[in-house]
C-alpha cells in the first residue's frame, strides 16, 4: 500500500514562489517515478512534472517549463515541487502520485495519488 501526504500550499502573490511536499510510504524498492498534477476549478486534472525516481530524469509540461523545478529525497521518499513566478492560472489544487512508467502524464499511468494541496495565486 502506498499513501502520499502533500504540504505546502498556500496563498502566495504572482511573481512569488511556493515549494510543495509529498511524503511518500510504501513501495520504496519498485519505484519507477513520480508526478505532480493540478486541477483547477471547473478544469480537467493536468500533468505538471515528473521525475524518475532513481536516475532521477525529469519532464515538464511546457506551461510551467523554467519555472518549476521538481526534485526527489530518495533517503526521505519525499517528493518536491519548487514552484517560481508563479501567476493566477497556476491557481490549482496539486496532487502529487506514484507512477507506472516513465515518463507518465497521463492519469492512468499513476496508481497512487495524495489527498492534494490547494495553491493560490493572487493578482
Known amino acids: 500500500q502506498v499513501q502520499l501526504v502533500e504540504s505546502g500550499g498556500g496563498l502566495v502573490q504572482a511573481g512569488g514562489s511556493l515549494r510543495l511536499s509529498c511524503a511518500a510510504s510504501?513501495?520504496?524498492?519498485?519505484?519507477?517515478?513520480m508526478g505532480w498534477f493540478r486541477q483547477a476549478p471547473g478544469k480537467e486534472r493536468e500533468f505538471v512534472a515528473a521525475?524518475?525516481?532513481?536516475?532521477?530524469?525529469?519532464y515538464y509540461a511546457d506551461s510551467v517549463k523554467g519555472r518549476f523545478t521538481i526534485s526527489r529525497d530518495i533517503a526521505k521518499n519525499t517528493l518536491y515541487l519548487l514552484m517560481n513566478s508563479l501567476n493566477p492560472e497556476d491557481t490549482a489544487v496539486y496532487y502529487c502520485?506514484?507512477?507506472?512508467?516513465?515518463?507518465?502524464?497521463?492519469?492512468?499511468?499513476?496508481?497512487?495519488w495524495g489527498q492534494g494541496t490547494q495553491v493560490t495565486v493572487s493578482s
Open positions: 521525475i524518475s525516481w532513481i536516475g532521477g530524469s525529469t
Open positions: 502520485a506514484d507512477g507506472t512508467i516513465w515518463v507518465g502524464v497521463r492519469l492512468n499511468e499513476y496508481d497512487y
Open positions: 510504501g513501495r520504496t524498492f519498485s519505484r519507477y517515478a
